[in-house]
């Protein structure tokens, strides 16, 4: 039975590629966000005419907000790949010096890590968007978009009484 778990372990491989293949992809779509914020403000381009009644600095920051949210999410989606392969498929014991490695910075010591990392950007995830919704339509704001600061609010207070980070340094 213990073999069979073992040989069944290998099945994190497909978790692993496609959150690289996703993280790689993201990497792409925010380059191009930023290459849009460029092309708006430098080469007088609008990308859509339901962003003409913005500032071209506004359209600029808009598209310079979304590339981060997505360089934000290919980064978690790359430590996401790395933790399974750590905690899933690697062998190997942590050596005491890691210091020598790539890949040092990325530290998975548990699932638990992975789960308050994944969190966390989804509350940054959801304050990012809830900034692009108040640029967009910062001349048409209403007591409804107050619903997404909420949310992130008690999502905040939801992690800091879970303590998912408890137990590490």
Known sequence: MKKTFNIFRHIGWIAIICSTLGSFLLFV??????????????LGKVPHK?????????????YLIKSLDTFLIAFVLFIFAHGVFTLFISNKKPANDDS??????????????????????????LFVKFLEIVLMNIDNL????????????????????????????
Do not use: C, M, R
């Open 29 to 42: 779509v925010g380059a191009t966000k930023t290459y849009a914020a460029f092309a708006v403000v430098f």
């Open 142 to 169: 209403n007591w409804q978009i107050l619903t997404l600061p909420i949310a992130i609010l008690l999502l905040s207070l939801g992690l800091k009484f879970l303590n998912l980070a408890e137990g590490e340094e």
């Open 50 to 62: 339901s962003l003409a009644h913005l500032d071209t600095a506004d359209i600029a920051t808009s």
């Open 100 to 125: 020598t490695s790539v890949l040092a910075w990325i530290k998975t010591p548990n699932i638990g890590h992975l789960k308050n990392v994944l969190a966390e950007v989804i509350v940054i995830i």
